[in-house]
């Protein structure tokens, strides 16, 4: 009986441990992401901020891969971690000053870029690390999951208690929290290091081996999925605000918070629904919510827009985070940091990347004289989710019921 009550204070403990690194990590990238854009505009940098935007995409398309690769082949995950973190808070202090001196704009984008770089593979390396520890991630990995959303949100509450919205202090007060993820690592039991492997490939070095996952089906449906429901999705972010303020709601920081209210509702709920439910049937909710979360704001109404806002959550989580379950359940540990890697590519690179640009050129192709068509433009979105729900229900197969313990 004690030794179950060490086990079980040990567990606790542990568990702690990594419900703070994802509440400290998810601070930290809220306080740079969000007041970004306002913090550009207040110091004259307009004409880059597309360009610092998609930053972030062009870093996921390389940064993840290979530190994962790292991560599987080199180093323990846990100092990866430490070395990013570090790297991560001084890019952005560079970055966080050079809009304050008003450097050269170009030079400012090339600093932001670094700081994308050095940033892009902790998401995925935090939750490389947060998988190892977990005894039943189908069950424990949504609520530790929901820290994040939850330190986020903090982050942003931080910026606006510092007055800092337009102010390079949010970046310094976010390499601050850089700061301290890399200070709280060191509290982390350091995962096994990989054996070193002589003679490798410069395809392997880059991590690019992971491409070879693509060949098993039902793996390559998932990342396509990931990849093909972000591209809709890019939207919701950068034209949801304008629209509820052409409808009159003021405050629509606050009122787009509803979305992640309920992300945090569906993340608690998920080790249930991964317990009783296929994953198919999750992944196809996820998605029926995002159908319904572009539909419902194609009315064109508060309460209807509102609705929507408020699925975005469930539709994330469901479509998002169970992803990255089934990436922990069905891929050999050896290959997990990039198979991480990979899903983060094809959601934050490709999906981001496209979805910003097309979004953008299909925001414009619905612009009239007399203002935007955000019937058209909401339509086209849900549309656009409806093909992906479409291709998931005929591509995906999964494991049957005959396997109904695993995932499937």
């Given at each position: 009986m004690c030794c179950?009550?060490?086990?079980?204070?040990?567990?606790?403990?542990?568990?702690?441990?990594?419900?703070?690194?994802?509440?400290?990590?998810?601070?930290?990238?809220?306080?740079?992401?969000?007041?970004?854009?306002?913090?550009?505009?207040?110091?004259?940098?307009?004409?880059?901020?597309?360009?610092?935007?998609?930053t972030s995409a062009l870093a996921a398309f390389v940064s993840p891969l290979i530190f994962g690769a790292m991560a599987d082949r080199h180093a323990s995950p846990v100092k990866v971690l430490r070395g990013l973190s570090l790297a991560t808070a001084i890019a952005m202090t560079l970055a966080s000053t050079a809009i304050k001196l008003k450097w050269n704009p170009w030079l400012v984008l090339a600093l932001i870029q670094l700081h994308a770089l050095c940033?892009?593979?902790?998401?995925?390396?935090?939750?490389?690390?947060?998988?190892?520890?977990?005894?039943?991630?189908?069950?424990?990995?949504?609520?530790?999951?929901?820290?994040?959303?939850?330190?986020?949100?903090?982050?942003?509450?931080?910026?606006?208690?510092?007055?800092a919205d337009t102010s390079p202090l949010a970046g310094y007060s976010g390499a601050v929290v850089w700061l301290a993820v890399a200070a709280f690592t060191f509290f982390l039991p350091v995962l096994e290091t990989p054996k070193f492997v002589e003679h490798l490939s410069l395809r392997q070095r880059l991590g690019l081996d992971a491409l070879t996952l693509l060949k098993n089906r039902d793996h390559r449906v998932v990342f396509i999925t990931v990849a093909l429901f972000a591209i809709p999705l890019a939207g919701f972010y950068p034209y949801a605000p304008p629209h509820l303020r052409e409808l009159g709601l003021q405050h629509?920081?606050?009122?787009?918070?509803?979305?992640?209210?309920?992300?945090?509702?569906?993340?608690?709920?998920?080790?249930?629904?991964?317990?009783?439910?296929?994953?198919?049937?999750?992944?196809?909710?996820?998605l029926s919510f995002g159908v319904?979360?572009?539909?419902?704001?194609?009315?064109?109404?508060?309460?209807?827009?509102?609705?929507?806002?408020?699925?975005?959550?469930?539709?994330?989580?469901?479509?998002?985070?169970?992803?990255?379950?089934?990436?922990?359940?069905?891929?050999?540990?050896?290959?997990?940091?990039?198979?991480?890697?990979?899903?983060?590519?094809?959601n934050s690179g490709v999906g981001n990347l496209i979805g910003y640009l097309g979004t953008g050129w299909w925001f414009a192709a619905c612009a009239r004289p007399t203002g935007t068509q955000w019937p058209l433009f909401w339509g086209g979105l849900a549309a656009a989710v409806s093909v992906v729900l479409v291709y998931f229900l005929v591509a995906y197969h999964g494991r049957g019921r005959e396997n109904r313990p695993q995932l499937s």
């Open positions: 179950v009550r060490v086990l079980r204070t040990i567990r606790r403990a542990e568990y702690a441990e990594l419900v703070a690194l994802f509440f400290i990590q998810g601070a930290a990238l809220g306080i740079w992401l969000v007041p970004l854009s306002t913090v550009l505009d207040a110091h004259g940098l307009h004409a880059i901020k597309p360009f610092a935007y998609a940033s892009s593979p902790t998401w995925s390396i935090s939750s490389t690390i947060v998988f190892a520890r977990l005894a039943d991630a189908q069950k424990e990995f949504g609520p530790i999951r929901a820290m994040a959303t939850l330190g986020w949100m903090s982050g942003c509450w931080l910026v606006s208690v510092l007055g629509t920081s606050a009122w787009m918070s509803l979305g992640q209210v309920t992300e945090i509702i569906a993340m608690l709920s998920l080790g249930a629904l991964l317990l009783n439910w296929r994953l198919k049937w999750i992944f196809i909710c996820g319904a979360r572009f539909a419902l704001s194609a009315v064109n109404g508060k309460a209807w827009l509102l609705t929507g806002v408020v699925l975005h959550g469930c539709s994330f989580a469901l479509v998002f985070i169970t992803a990255q379950i089934y990436i922990d359940q069905r891929v050999d540990a050896a290959w997990r940091a990039r198979a991480q890697a990979l899903i983060a590519l094809m």
